[in-house]
């Protein structure tokens, strides 16, 4: 499966943006795709998985203002971020894994990333 991110960008706190991740080769349904995101110095931190169409997970630092969601006919995942915070900077990448740790919104067993996409917040 390959993964290729886009639509990061800078915008201003309390702004939106919708990273996209576009996605190729077999994927299964009941696999987990999802989202990590890195800012420099800090720890790796997943951001939200979604397994099939409507399960759904996110770490509490998002929980209420980001939405992941996946069009499997347009093979296509989404990150919709709202109410942007500084915090969010980051480096955000796309992930597929065939496990899921919903508490901590990780995809586990991952098989596949993304080369990131910038998300600055100011």
């Known amino acids: 499966v390959q993964l290729v991110e886009s639509g990061g960008g800078s915008v201003q706190a309390g702004g939106s943006l919708r990273l996209s991740c576009a996605f190729s080769g077999y994927t299964y349904s009941g696999h987990c795709m999802g989202w990590f995101r890195q800012a420099p110095g800090k720890e790796r931190e997943g951001v939200a998985t979604?397994?099939?169409?409507?399960?759904?997970s996110y770490a509490d630092s998002v929980k209420g203002r980001f939405n992941i969601s996946k069009d499997d006919a347009k093979k296509t995942l989404y990150l919709h971020m709202n109410t942007l915070k500084p915090e969010d900077t980051a480096m955000y990448y796309c992930?597929?894994?065939?496990?899921?740790?919903?508490?901590?919104?990780?995809?586990?067993?991952?098989?596949?990333w993304g080369d990131g996409t910038q998300v600055t917040v100011s």
């Open positions: 992930v597929a894994g065939s496990g899921v740790d919903g508490a901590a919104a990780r995809c586990r067993a991952i098989y596949s």
């Open positions: 979604i397994v099939g169409t409507k399960i759904t």
